[in-house]
T-cell receptor, first 110, second 113 residues
Framework: GIQVEQSPPDLILQEGANSTLRCNFS?????LQWFHQNPWGQLINLFY???GTKQNGRLSATTVATERYSLLYISSSQTTDSGVYFC????????????FGTGTRLTIIP | ETGVTQTPRHLVMGMTNKKSLKCEQH?????MYWYKQSAKKPLELMFV???????ENNSVPSRFSPECPNSSHLFLHLHTLQPEDSALYLC????????????FGQGTRLTVV
């Protein structure tokens, strides 16, 4: 099956710093989503980005589908950005299913 | 209400109990999913329902039994679970088309004692 790798696994930053999270995947995909998992476990949709670039406030994402990677940028980090960030790719098998990476745990220190 | 809602948020059950997890979506989607998140593991897809028909059972043990009575509701019936089944169970929904965005509920944190 498809492999999804995220890096780095852990990232500790001072408040105000910028960060880049990476997601590599091993095959062509129909869908790519970035999620933030809050401390209570809920997955919050950040971006639906099978290709191209999107921005939402301090967050932006870029997916280069031909090279099979996606990047999530967080600028001017805040403590509320702490949590685990997941990349998930969608594979079409007659229905859609998401395969998740192992996540990047981001800790923002005041 | 909007989005995907799961109940209960927390559940502690004994190995001989029977319980059910409930998921409800208010997004007008026709596909619903159960995922399992165990400690230190990636999220794993358990079941997929499309237009109320089960289309994927990802080698899940029979002690987990899904039910989708309509396109807005999804249940996961649990019986004779093992302690290793303790995990966060997440429900998601999307439209049953190719490459469409999925939305997740808050999850049910299950502890089997």
């Amino acid at each position: 099956g498809i492999q999804v790798e995220q890096s780095p696994p852990d990232l500790i930053l001072q408040e105000g710093a910028n960060s880049t999270l990476r997601c590599n995947f091993s095959d062509s995909v129909n869908n790519l989503q970035w999620f933030h998992q809050n401390p209570w476990g809920q997955l919050i949709n950040l971006f639906y980005i099978p290709s191209g670039t999107k921005q939402n406030g301090r967050l932006s994402a870029t997916t280069v589908a031909t090279e099979r990677y996606s990047l999530l940028y967080i600028s001017s980090s805040q403590t509320t950005d702490s949590g685990v960030y997941f990349c998930a790719v969608g594979i079409w098998f007659g229905n859609e299913k998401l395969t998740f990476g192992t996540g990047t745990r981001l800790t923002i220190i005041p | 209400e909007t989005g995907v809602t799961q109940t209960p948020r927390h559940l502690v059950m004994g190995m001989t109990n029977k319980k059910s997890l409930k998921c409800e979506q208010h997004l007008g989607h026709n596909a619903m999913y159960w995922y399992k998140q165990s400690a230190k593991k990636p999220l794993e897809l358990m079941f997929v329902y499309s237009l109320e028909e089960r289309v994927e059972n990802n080698s899940v043990p029979s002690r987990f039994s899904p039910e989708c009575p309509n396109s807005s509701h999804l249940f996961l019936h649990l019986h004779t679970l093992q302690p290793e089944d303790s995990a966060l169970y997440l429900c998601a929904s999307s439209d049953p088309g190719e490459g469409l965005e999925a939305f997740f509920g808050q999850g049910t944190r299950l502890t089997v004692v």
